[in-house]
């Protein structure tokens, strides 16, 4: 007993193994590596040069979108170059900037920061003076040390209000003596990632105990030198420190301390009485930065000249700071170099006004699912396509993340990464690129092998390649098999070129009222060429017989069908229509086909023009058309392929349409089909003469007629 089975029978594989063979072709396998490093290198954080590509795209969108002040709720009274010139150099007499302090306080401001040390005792109080002169009258010394020391005239100014005295921290050394406000710890540890400081720099023991509030003026810098977040706490000795700017926020809320939230070593926020602002794990906040503002700013000259206007400074933050001396309290920033008490101010700013900028703790995750959406989308719509999509895909994702990293910071000040993902997605489009041409590459030498292989059995071939001609022939329907019908008359030839062709023709009766015409021209000659006429043959005729009667839509399935199948890239002209024999409409289709020739007694021949469209399996999925044409009793129709117009006599000419058309206007009247057949054969072999044929020849000539 023989199995019958085939192997269509055959158990088809799981999905899971259709998935895992879909992408382990070179082209997805290629792309599916590039994604996976890049998903790495965004959850790791980015390594060196890739997180200065991801800051330099968080500058570059703070930049063209800045955050605009919708007022000056933190000022500073800036000791500018007018007042240096008003008052002399710095360092300024203390009782000089005493009354400074004394005047900011009298505006009533909600706090004064002072970004300003005063490390070492006044050298211009009288006392000190008067000593540092040595050879003095007795009287005049005595006079001078009789006079307020400047360091306790500055200290009783400071003590007059709420005010906050800078402190620095220093990487080496150890020391922290004096006040500081007490950081209350809440969570499962000490926060671990703060920047640390070994000891604090301060202002002189008098100074700084005068104040009720000390603050951290430390800002640290990115790699590259520029500032972009501002600190909450440091770690002084272990011990927890707020900066300036957190201080100042709790003697304006008037809270009597601070508190750290922790989450597994990380700072998640700080609080000053209701006040909470989230920070980074290392307690800095991004600043959302606006662009230089002067109302920001009040010259010390104004206000000790008393030029500046009674309570311009009530109810402000307010930051005395020294701003006329050149470059040296000067910092880079994204939107270009500011003072350092301007970041203060801005981050002041941004409280009150609540737009903090941040980086959420999801938007690695966000960015990482972004990346693993888009990327999987490009390596399952890329593979087999042609190269001019690679060009719009490679567009598609730097546009969608821009767009989300725009939208989450013009919205929220959320800084989302674009140019990270972007490059992930680029990398998996070169990834794709590159192994879909590899794998291209390797199937033209599969190609090329297989070629050379079956070159070396042409000569085995010979023979069957008259079989196959045999077949070819015997495929192709006759006119003795049609059932005889006194409405029509048909006949048909065709001479190969070679020993198979590339031609083709077809009709048949698809019921007993219509008759279906086609002839057709594959491109090229011999075995591939007749191979393909066979399978578009039957396709075409599968199509046909499925109950289409518009030859247009029975062109389009037919087109679908047969590319399938069209490895070698070959495509067929056809010209086919369906005939109706009761009243002689011919509903046609040429799909690149020569036009065929119509001829009626009295009348002169002429062509039948109107295309539905190219060849087959030139434009996939071409919406055909279908034209029609109305036969006159005892009309002709000659169809033809190229091989009659474009045959070739010795000189190389062509036979063209006209000697066609005059030997069709020479029948006699009457003529039947096998008639015209035989007088166009034989105008062609008269014109040929010894020459080799050029291509297949075919024609196929019916006469309708009329109804029966």
Not at 214 to 239: F, I, K, N
Not at 668 to 673: I, K, M, N, Q, T
Request: charged share 20%; aromatic share 6%; with cysteine.
């Amino acid at each position: 007993m023989t199995d019958s089975s085939s192997t269509s029978d055959a158990p088809r594989p799981s999905a899971a193994r259709r998935i895992v063979l879909r992408f382990a072709k070179p082209g997805r396998a290629a792309g599916l590596g590039a994604l996976a490093l890049g998903l790495m290198l965004l959850l790791a954080g980015g390594v060196g040069p890739l997180d200065g590509l991801r800051l330099y795209g968080f500058d570059l969108i703070e930049r063209t979108w800045p955050r605009a002040p919708t007022g000056t709720p933190a000022v500073i009274v800036a000791i500018d170059e007018a007042s240096l010139q008003r008052f002399g150099q710095w360092p300024w007499p203390r009782n000089l900037v005493a009354r400074l302090v004394t005047r900011i306080l009298a505006d009533h401001p909600k706090v004064l920061g002072i970004d300003i040390l005063w490390s070492e005792p006044d050298r211009l109080s009288p006392a000190r003076w008067a000593d540092g002169e040595g050879d003095l009258p007795p009287a005049l010394a005595s006079e001078l040390g009789a006079l307020p020391d400047h360091d306790t005239v500055l200290a009783s100014a400071i003590a007059a209000g709420p005010t906050v005295l800078g402190i620095v921290g220093l990487r080496e050394g150890a020391g922290m003596t004096g006040p500081l406000t007490p950081v209350l710890v809440r969570g499962d540890g000490p926060p671990t990632l703060l920047p640390e400081h070994s000891a604090l720099l301060r202002s002189i023991q008098a100074i700084d105990r005068a104040a009720p509030g000390h603050g951290l003026l430390s800002v640290d810098q990115d790699e590259d030198g520029e500032v972009r977040r501002m600190p909450t706490l440091a770690a002084v000795g272990g011990r927890p420190v707020p900066s300036l700017s957190l201080e100042m926020l709790r003697l304006a809320v008037g809270a009597r301390g601070l508190e750290a939230f922790v989450e597994d070593g990380a700072l998640v926020a700080v609080a000053a009485g209701a006040l909470a602002l989230p920070t980074q794990p290392d307690g800095t906040i991004w600043l959302a930065l606006g662009p230089h503002d002067p109302r920001r700013f009040v010259s010390a000259r104004d206000l000790l000249e008393g030029r500046s206007p009674a309570g311009a400074l009530q109810d402000r933050l307010v930051i005395l700071a020294v701003t006329g001396l050149g470059l040296l309290d000067r910092v880079t920033t994204p939107l270009g170099p500011m003072v350092g008490a301007e970041l203060h101010a801005q981050l002041l700013e941004s409280v009150v006004e609540g737009r903090l900028a941040a980086r959420p703790r999801w938007a690695p995750w966000l960015e990482a699912g972004s990346l693993l959406v888009v990327g999987l989308a490009l390596i399952l719509f890329l593979p087999g396509r042609r190269l001019r999509w690679y060009g719009p895909a490679g567009l598609v994702p730097p546009l969608l993340f821009g767009g989300l990293a725009v939208g989450a910071w013009t919205a929220r000040f959320w800084l989302i990464d674009a140019l990270l993902p972007s490059l992930g997605s680029f990398a998996v489009l070169v990834a794709l690129l590159g192994g879909g041409l590899a794998e291209a590459d390797a199937q033209r030498r599969r190609l090329r092998r297989a070629l050379e292989a079956q070159r070396l059995k042409a000569a085995r071939l010979e023979g069957e390649v008259e079989a196959a001609r045999r077949i070819q022939m015997g495929s192709l329907p006759l006119p003795s098999g049609l059932a005889a019908d006194p409405r029509f008359e048909l006949d048909v030839v065709l001479e190969p070129a070679k020993e198979v062709g590339g031609d083709l023709y077809d009709f048949f009766m698809v019921d007993d009222r219509h008759l279906f015409l086609a002839v057709g021209d594959v491109t090229g000659k011999g075995v591939p060429a007749s191979l393909f006429m066979a399978l578009g043959k039957a396709l075409y005729k599968s199509c046909v017989l499925r109950g289409d009667s518009d030859p247009a839509a029975i062109t389009r399935t037919a087109n679908l069908e047969i590319s399938r199948d069209n490895s070698e890239m070959l495509f067929i002209t056809l010209f086919a229509g369906l005939l109706d024999l009761d009243t002689g409409r011919l509903v046609y289709c040429n799909a690149g086909h020569e036009p065929p020739f119509a001829v009626l007694p009295g009348e002169q021949p002429r062509l039948i023009e109107g295309s539905g469209g190219p060849p087959l399996c030139v434009v996939d999925e071409f919406a055909y058309e279908a034209h029609d044409y109305q036969m006159r009793p005892g009309e002709l129709l000659c169809l033809v392929t190229d091989g009659v117009t474009e045959a070739m006599n010795p000189a190389g000419e062509l036979l063209g349409h006209d000697p066609v058309l005059a030997c069709l206007a020479a029948l006699p009247r009457g003529a039947g089909a096998a008639a015209a057949l035989a007088s166009l054969r034989e105008a062609v072999a008269r014109f040929v003469g010894a020459a080799e044929p050029s291509d297949d020849l075919t024609a196929l000539t019916v006469r309708w007629n009329g109804s029966a």
